[in-house]
């Protein structure tokens, strides 16, 4: 005879409504927000969570939640069970937290990532470290607020902060002296060069590192000033 009655009870209590088995039968191909779950059944979120709560009960699920933007993801395992209390506590982690909680040797926690959207973010987090070593380099060698707020559509405010993270206050930073005659023109023709075909699209920072390269013995400042020389204000 089976010890667990009680537990078996609950068990076939919470897959004895075909829309709890409905559900359980979504989870098994993949997470799930609340509303996707809702969405079939024509029911209301409070319901949809009822219902989770009553497979819950059944102590042969896991409940595992993450919040994304406006909807809750629901991924059910098997034989282990985590309350609501203990997933909304999950979901108040930092992510410094996860990864303590993670590393610790005794809850068995396993964070999970979507492969696409972790491809994605790894993709974000590769170009904004590489737009702030650009920005950077820029501050350090010279170029002005004007230029910076231009080329990487950032407020004076954060530009003023940038500054005096990376260069302070220096001679550099004030107003350029124009060079020779000679030199603004071979400046001048370089730039037409590298916006050559370009010229209906906006300057961009790699064109101003390009040019630079080819007159490093100036200022990112020396060089948009050449540049925007004959301008119309």
């Known amino acids: 005879m089976l010890n667990d009655s009680p537990q078996l009870d609950r068990a076939f209590q919470a897959l004895s409504d075909p829309v709890r088995r409905g559900m359980l039968a979504r989870l098994s ?24 709560k009553s497979l819950e009960e059944g102590r042969r699920q896991r409940l595992q939640a993450r919040t994304v933007p406006r909807d809750a993801v629901i991924t059910f395992n098997y034989d282990v069970m985590l309350d609501y209390a203990m997933a909304a506590e999950l979901r108040g982690l930092t992510s410094d937290e996860l990864v303590r909680l993670a590393e610790m040797p005794d809850p068995k926690v396993a964070i999970s990532i979507d492969a696409g959207s972790f491809e994605h973010g790894l993709r974000q987090v590769d170009y904004l470290g590489k737009r702030s070593r650009q920005l950077e380099f820029f501050i350090r060698h010279g170029a002005t607020s004007n230029m910076l707020t231009k080329l990487f559509r950032i ?52 064109d101003y590192e390009e040019l630079h390269r080819d007159f490093s013995q100036h200022t990112f400042a020396t060089l948009w000033a050449v540049v925007h020389e004959f301008d119309r204000d």
Not at 29 to 52: C, D, K, N, W
Not at 159 to 175: D, E, N, Q
């Open 155 to 206: 407020s004076s405010a954060d530009v003023t902060l940038r500054r005096r993270l990376f260069a302070g206050t220096a001679s550099s930073l004030r107003r350029p002296a124009m060079p020779p005659h000679p030199v603004r023109e071979k400046i001048q023709a370089r730039w037409f060069e590298i916006r050559k075909g370009k010229e209906r699209e906006p300057e961009r920072a790699e």
């Open 29 to 52: 191909r993949g997470p799930a927000s609340v509303s996707q779950l809702a969405e079939p059944f024509s029911i209301s979120l409070p319901a949809v969570l009822q219902h989770l």
